[in-house]
């Protein structure tokens, strides 16, 4: 990896509001690098979570503490116009509830102090084509699942040896395998989010004699938290219901499993409500860090393409420690840079 390339195509990515192009940035550049360079840069090789340590290392190490939590999601861009591959195909958004064409990743990001630093990703590809039985239709599937690209990205943190005290997930990977993983295996905490069809005992009793409960016909008692039985994890789980409002004036109703026996609701609800954190990465890569907008073809072009993407972000984070300004006002700012400067460049036209 031509580390001077990439430092030179995040920084682009950071400032263009159009495509991602090879001859964008060399034409930025004023043709001081040729787009052939970019080109070739980007299909060099395929970047991937090690490059990605090795890029946010010393960050990580400077704010890390026993206190930070590590949160673990997927994300959907969507790429309707581009030609299928392994990479780039049908994919289930459970934000949309339905199949769209483009890039699965997950995600697991580093939080501590309102700081936010990604430290390991994995693109979702599904090489295994087959038929499905039913539509006489060719789909594709994946050689592993995105839980044990879970859990293979907390054997990585855990070799890097990443102080964290919190494991943080949506109910999408709320698995027993998952939960077992980080406790047993591990001794590490965790708070994941339910489906309001999981089915818990209260006593151990009642789990010894597999008499289960679906957990949204529990009778909660306000701001308070019970231990119980999860079906099938073998351990004892505290448990915590948050009702919500939403904008619309509807309600919600979240249903959180920790592993730590001493927490209360407070304590459970509050350290969730640091996942939302990745929501709002998800959100920078999106809109800042030019995601979609690499034309590239090529499977390991598109590849390096997103993880010159993650750099992007991490650098913006680094620029809100130093300037206090999030990473949409920091854009926002480049943006207004950019038009007074188109806005020079017209008056001078018009005056020669």
């Not at 964008?24 to 970047?47: C, N, P, Q, V, Y």
């Not at 789990?207 to 009778?219: A, C, G, P, V």
């Not at 308070?224 to 915590?240: D, H, I, M, S």
Request: include cysteine; charge should be positive; hydrophobic fraction near 40%.
């Amino acid at each position: 990896m031509n580390t001077k390339h990439l430092d030179l195509y995040t920084d682009y990515l950071a400032v263009t509001f159009g495509y991602a192009t090879a001859t964008g940035l060399s034409d930025m550049l004023d043709g001081s690098i040729s787009h052939d360079k970019i080109t070739r840069f980007l299909a060099d090789g395929e970047w991937n979570s090690k490059d990605l340590w090795k890029q946010v290392k010393s960050t990580v190490r400077k704010i890390e503490s026993e206190d930070g939590v590590l949160i673990f999601d997927d994300t959907v861009q969507e790429k309707p116009w581009m030609d299928e591959n392994d990479l780039i195909c049908w994919h289930h958004d459970h934000c949309k509830g339905r199949s769209i064409k483009g890039i699965n990743m997950l995600n697991c990001l580093y939080n501590i102090d309102n700081i936010s630093i990604p430290i390991a990703f994995d693109l979702v590809r599904k090489p295994i084509r087959f038929s499905d039985l039913k539509t006489r239709r060719e789909k594709r599937r994946s050689e592993v699942t995105k839980n044990e690209l879970m859990r293979a990205m907390i054997d990585t943190c855990m070799k890097n040896r990443i102080k964290f005290a919190w494991t943080l997930f949506d109910s999408w990977f709320s698995s027993v395998d998952n939960m077992k993983y980080i406790k047993l295996e591990h001794e590490k905490e965790f708070i994941g989010a339910l489906k309001n069809n999981r089915l818990v005992a209260l006593t151990e009793e009642d789990y010894r004699n597999k008499k289960f409960t679906r957990i949204d016909q529990i009778e909660w008692t306000e701001q308070e938290a019970v231990t119980g039985w999860l079906k099938g994890l073998g351990f004892p789980v505290r448990l915590a219901c948050q009702v919500f409002t939403n904008k619309d004036g509807s309600t919600g109703t979240l249903y959180l499993a920790c592993s730590q026996l001493t927490a209360d609701w407070n304590t459970i609800t509050t350290t969730y409500q640091k996942r939302w954190n990745v929501e709002v990465y998800h959100k920078s890569l999106k809109s800042n860090a030019a995601l979609a907008k690499s034309p590239a073809r090529r499977m390991n072009a598109q590849s390096n393409h997103i993880f010159a993407a993650i750099i992007t972000v991490f650098k913006m984070e680094c620029l809100k420690i130093k300037t206090k300004m999030n990473h949409f006002a920091l854009k926002s700012k480049l943006y207004l840079k950019a038009v007074r400067s188109a806005f020079d460049e017209l008056q001078q036209l018009r005056a020669a």
